[in-house]
Every structure is written in structure tokens, then in C-alpha cells.
């Protein structure tokens, strides 16, 4: 295939002979000692093909088989104690300072309480309640305890509740639980129940609590509460809640009929003067479902209740 000349020498048809050493050579005078690799050779590593300017297939610095080979470990450096520093400050201190370190930066127990919640209510009653739980322990293993109960300002404890759980991180976000529940009631209808749950943070910031509960009376029940902080500013903040119960067996000397029995929706808005210490109001709506509306209907009372709330919630 026949060829352009220049194309091939860019130099073709022109006169060197006038041209000075310098132009011939821009490097000319130079002491390239004294530069490094790469800027002795601005292109070097470079696939200069592409362009027409080198030739094809040029290895990079990696694969330079002028690169200095790189000699193995020393046998020697695989001897002596797993930690050098034992040699010199002794293999029973650094054992301790190592031990300080893990429990300083990694191993770090905490105890935490959380009031959720702590509120009051006002429609066809007057009601209260709270909603506390804590844990003690690390960020894998933790013991875990949490407290419900609920009453009329007029007819005083309703129901109350109290779990001691072992909690296991199994993800970055969820929490495996397993415990044992302890129901009080003053109708003397007690409970002792087996717990097994998760709680943890689901997608879209959704702080999720569940457990299915099966009592020493063959009750199997589950319950899922939802609730989620919408941030308004940085101190004012609304959040949705929901909760929904659900059983397994007829239990009509609790007012409980099989399948899903009671919903509740609600909607608070707090105000966090700090951190630690929150006021909120809202309004929440609940409803008994099935063969437990139709318990709750056969004695007279309301299967379904909406009520202002007012409440605190804090934790230390």
C-alpha cells in the first residue's frame, strides 16, 4: 500500500542542517540526572499507539521488567512475639493496654432510658399512659427491658406490662430479641409470656418494633409498632405512629376475638427544647376489630376512640 512520505518522517523535505543542536534537540544541555523518572520522560506508562506518536504495546511502569524486583520477607520477620512492643515494655502490660484500648474505642458498654412515651388523653375518657424502655450493653449484645401500661383517670390501672429481653445486633440496623413478658392486670386475668422480635430502623426511616408473644395459657398474640420523626425544623418535629395488634386464639376473657384485633393511628408534634426533653400534642385514633369489637360492644363500651393527647418524651 503506497504511502505519504511525510506522514511517515514529519521531518521530510525539511532542512536540519540549519537548524542549531538545541532545536535538534530540546533536551540538549540538559542534565537529566538530576530529574525524576517521570520527568525525564513525560510520557513514560503512556499507550502512545492510539495517538500514531509510539509504537503499539507499550508496557506501563507496572510491567517494566527494569523495575527493581521486589525481595521477600525476611525469614526473621515472622519471628519473635505476635506485638514487638512485648519485648520492650513486657507481654503482661501490653496485654492490659491492649485490652484498654478495645473497651476504650470498640468494646463500649452504655445504659440508656427512653421515655417514648408519657401522656395523657382526652376524649369520651380520661385516660394516661406510658411507654418506656432502655437497654444496657454494648453495640452487639445488650440487655434490653421495656414497659407499657395504660388506665382511665376515673377507673385507675387498666393494663400494664414488663419484658426483659437479650437483644442481639444481627445487621447494622436491626436487633434480634428474645425474653420473657410479664403482664399485670387488676382483673387478676396475669400473664407470663415467651417473646421472640426484631426492632430496628427500616427503609425510609421508619423505626420498627415487633414481637410475637406466646403465653403460658397456649395465647399466641403478635404486636407491630411503627413510627416515624418528620423533621419541620430542627427542634419541631412530627411524627406518625402506628400499632397494630394481632391474635392467634379466641380469648374472650380478655376481649380479644382471633385474627387482627385492634388498630391504633396517631400523630404528634413535638418540640424539643433540648435533645433530652421534648413536649408534644397530637391526636390519636384507635379501633377494635372482629370478635374483639364485638366483646367490647357486648359490655357496653366503645370500640372505637379518638382523643387529644398531651405528653412528654425524654431520655438520659
Do not use: C
Not at 402506628?242 to 391474635?247: A, V, Y
Not at 380478655?254 to 385492634?262: A, C, H, K, V
Not at 377494635?288 to 418524651?313: C, F, N, P, Q, W
Amino acid at each position: 500500500m503506497p504511502t505519504n512520505p511525510e506522514a511517515d518522517d514529519p521531518h521530510a523535505g525539511h532542512d536540519m542542517t540549519t537548524m542549531t543542536p538545541e532545536a535538534a534537540d530540546p533536551h540538549a544541555g540538559h542534565d537529566m540526572s538530576l530529574m525524576s523518572p517521570g520527568q525525564a520522560d513525560p510520557h513514560a506508562g503512556h499507550d502512545m499507539s492510539a495517538t500514531g506518536m509510539g509504537p503499539p504495546d507499550v508496557p506501563t511502569s507496572a510491567d517494566n521488567p527494569g523495575r527493581p524486583p521486589e525481595a521477600p520477607i525476611p525469614a526473621a520477620a515472622l519471628s519473635g512475639p505476635g506485638h514487638a512492643a512485648d519485648l520492650i515494655f513486657g507481654a503482661e502490660a501490653m496485654a492490659r493496654s491492649r485490652r484498654t484500648l478495645i473497651a476504650e474505642n470498640g468494646d463500649i458498654h452504655t445504659t440508656a432510658v427512653i421515655v417514648d412515651r408519657l401522656e395523657a388523653g382526652f376524649g369520651d375518657e380520661r385516660t394516661w399512659l406510658w411507654d418506656v424502655q432502655g437497654w444496657s450493653g454494648g453495640d452487639i449484645n445488650r440487655f434490653w427491658w421495656k414497659s407499657e401500661g395504660e388506665g382511665h383517670v376515673d377507673d385507675g390501672l387498666e393494663e400494664a406490662e414488663l419484658q426483659a429481653l437479650y437483644s442481639r445486633a444481627v445487621s447494622p440496623f436491626w436487633d434480634v430479641q428474645a425474653g420473657v413478658r410479664q403482664d399485670f392486670r387488676p382483673d387478676g386475668e396475669d400473664r407470663t409470656h415467651l417473646v421472640l422480635g426484631v426492632q430496628g430502623l427500616a427503609p425510609h426511616w421508619w423505626e420498627v418494633d415487633a414481637a410475637a408473644f406466646l403465653s403460658t395459657e397456649g395465647d399466641l398474640t403478635a404486636r407491630v409498632e411503627a413510627e416515624y420523626d418528620q423533621r419541620i425544623t430542627q427542634r419541631l418535629i412530627l411524627q406518625p405512629r402506628f400499632e397494630i395488634d394481632i391474635s392467634a386464639n379466641d380469648i374472650p376473657e380478655l376481649e380479644i376475638g382471633p385474627g387482627l384485633s385492634s388498630v391504633e393511628a396517631g400523630l404528634r408534634l413535638r418540640y424539643e427544647f433540648h435533645k433530652e426533653f421534648a413536649p408534644y400534642v397530637g391526636v390519636e385514633w384507635s379501633r377494635a376489630l372482629g370478635d374483639s369489637a364485638d366483646y367490647i360492644e357486648a359490655r357496653g363500651g366503645e370500640v372505637d376512640d379518638t382523643r387529644l393527647v398531651v405528653g412528654l418524651r425524654a431520655w438520659f
